[in-house]
């Protein structure tokens, strides 16, 4: 089958759309993180949005393949979530919730994939699903924490290093103003598990 005629191509199409928004969607997140003062969250959102950029920069190496034969404009019938507002709690359950429907239509558009022949295609599909799903365990993880308070508490004691001076301490929860620099907790970096580490 020619990748032109097939549903994997419109998959392309439709993944590369979605994460360009998804891309877009937490540049916008992360901009109210930064506002309110959270930089540290800012920071993982933004490693998340650039891995959105080079899921779409890979989907992109198999579209142009076929594009470069014409010089017509593509169409794509896609849906997507325009959901996340100001809230910085509620932003982060729907990005979650976002990086999920994201799973499911990667698992259907690698089993088309598979179905039509275009193995490498499929590869790539589960791949990107793969990190989705962890994308959706972080947001996850961070919603958890914020929503309850313990964005920088931990179970047990460690080390807690203030970005702005280096100053440090041991202890189950990060200070809040930091006693050297005097800058704010919401500025040092969220202590994630191993398995969710960027
Ligand atoms: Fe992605
Ligand atoms: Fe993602």
Known sequence: MELRNSKTFENLKKAFIAE?????????????QRAKGYESLAKITDEIAYQEFNHARMLYTHIEKVTEKTINNEEVCVSLP???RWNMEENLRLSASDEGDEAVFYLEAQKTAEEEG?????NLFK???QVELKHQKIFNYLYEKLKD?????????KRWTCPSCGYESMDKEAFE????CQ???ETLEIPLPRELML
Request: charged share 20%.
């Open 127 to 129: 791949m990107i699903r």
């Open 183 to 185: 800058a704010k907790m």
């Open 20 to 32: 360009c928004s998804a891309r877009t969607r937490y540049e916008f997140v992360e901009y109210g």
């Open 177 to 180: 103003i930091c006693p050297l």
């Open 118 to 122: 275009f193995l490498d295609i499929a």
């Open 82 to 84: 325009f959901r996340q």
């Open 149 to 157: 308070g313990t964005l920088f508490k931990s179970q047990t004691s």
